[in-house]
């Protein structure tokens, strides 16, 4: 058999694949003849044969393509193949990235995970067959399919509670792998199709009402949302430098908000323990993530490093930056004025996108998924708009939850997800993200928490909820 020019590959590079970007060739004890080579990330060499099989001491055959892979050392490895499979080699194996180079030394199925307890929507799409056509690609920055997945891998569920599974490492992610976000995306989104088109509306006029949530029940309201930079890893795959390059961009951008959304930044290695558990104990603040579906998916690495919270001087308008997403927006007060929370979102978030631009940087958005988010629960508009109300007999009405689900709202415990509800006081949202625009979410939240407010009231006076009970929206 012939060998053709082998290529060197340097262990963590995360240049781009076929990039024509090139590193200092490598000589790994060159011997007479040998041509230097090229990293694998660089286009591949049409030189002659670069290095014997024989001359290193630690060989892996891969048999799929014939790869021989000889390890130099501690941070690189040496790769030489038939001339035979230079063609294919070219066409599937992601060579920038170096994990996924060594896993294909093993089969699909040695390789495929065991879901047989798991209970998210990534385990439910993923087969073996779909496992072995994505496991060799990858994203330009070279995010793979094991990285997608493993958060799901890591986190079987809940029997009673679906999770996603899976996240993005950057924008093309959603494209290098739409075999299996494309039915994961269906299967979250209420059946939202390949073929569908996300719309957005941002303006707070076209919101009916909203403005007279009863003050007595509705402690307070919330809308939020996130935003992602473009050109830019997603947190579960960024760098420290990129991190570092959104936290400056962010703070440079939010300096310029103007009126009563002027404000200042707060780096979160700068705070005392003191500061950081009070901006917490306040919802205003982000804490250290805990959770393994984030730890796994890889979002508390370099923890505190380039994270922070920007906020206006009344605290009602606040910016977290380097969390799950580039950046979370969220507009809040006390009571239950929702309208006017909407407002100050709406024109914030536009302020915020015209400074990015303004920079020469734009969010991740596109006609299919709207706003690209980290996680695929989140893509399209990425609002949660909430509100915390007291709801001590309805909650306890055993059609409770069949009336959230027809409403499409969701609730949370006092404290958010995974706590449970004090004194009656849910945080009640809505539950889609894509395929309705921000207007309309707002709009489901303010007419379903209004509806649940009466019959709140019906249940304190001993009276029947039946005729309330609404349609399915």
Known sequence: MHWESGVAVELGSHLAPHSTKTRPALNPQQTPG???????????SDSPQCAHPASFGRLIRTPELG?????????????????ETKNKVNAIMPFGNTHNLLKMNYSAEQEYPDLSKHNNHMAKVLTSEMYENLRDKQTPSGFTLDDVIQTGVDNPGHPFIMTVGCVAG???????????????????????????THKTDLNPDNLQGGDD??????????????????????????????????????????????????????ALKDMTD??????????????????????????????????????????????????????????????????????????????????????G???????????????????????????????PNLS??????????????QKRGTGGVDTAA???????????????????????????????????????KGESIDDLMPDQK
């Open 422 to 460: 004090v004194g009656g006081i849910f945080d009640i949202s809505n539950a889609d993200r894509l395929g309705f625009s921000e207007v309309e979410l707002v709009q489901m939240v303010v007419d379903g928490v209004k509806l649940l407010v009466d019959m709140e009231k019906h249940l304190e």
């Open 34 to 44: 040998h041509e230097r080579c090229h990293p694998l990330t660089a286009k591949l």
């Open 170 to 196: 950057d924008e093309e992610t959603y494209e290098v792998f739409k075999d299996l976000l494309d039915p994961v995306i269906e299967d979250r989104h209420g059946g939202y199709k390949p073929t569908d």
């Open 361 to 391: 940087h734009e969010f991740m958005w596109n006609e299919h998924l709207g706003y690209v988010l980290t996680c695929p629960s989140n893509l399209g508009t990425g609002l949660r708009g909430g509100v915390h109300v007291k709801l």
């Open 396 to 409: 306890k009405h055993e059609t409770f939850g069949e009336i959230l689900k027809r409403l499409r709202l």
């Open 213 to 266: 949530l009863d003050p007595d029940y509705v402690l307070s309201s919330r809308v939020r949302t996130g935003r992602s930079v473009r050109g830019f890893c997603l947190p579960p795959h960024c760098s420290r430098g990129e991190r570092r390059g959104i936290e400056k961009l962010s703070i440079e951008s939010l300096s310029a908000l103007e009126g009563d959304l002027n404000g200042k930044y707060y």
């Open 67 to 83: 790869l021989v892979c000889s390890f130099l050392g501690r941070k690189r490895i040496f790769v030489s193949f038939p001339k």
């Open 274 to 359: 003191e500061e950081q558990q009070q901006l917490i104990d306040d919802h205003f603040l982000f804490d250290k993530p805990v959770s393994p579906l984030l730890l796994a998916s890889g979002m508390g690495r370099d923890w505190p490093d380039a994270r922070g919270i920007w906020h206006n001087d009344n605290k009602t308008f606040l910016v977290w930056v380097n969390e799950e997403d580039h950046l979370r927006v969220i507009s809040m007060q006390k009571g239950g004025n929702m309208r006017e929370v909407f407002t100050r979102f709406c024109t914030g978030l536009t302020q915020i996108e015209s400074l990015f631009k303004d920079k």
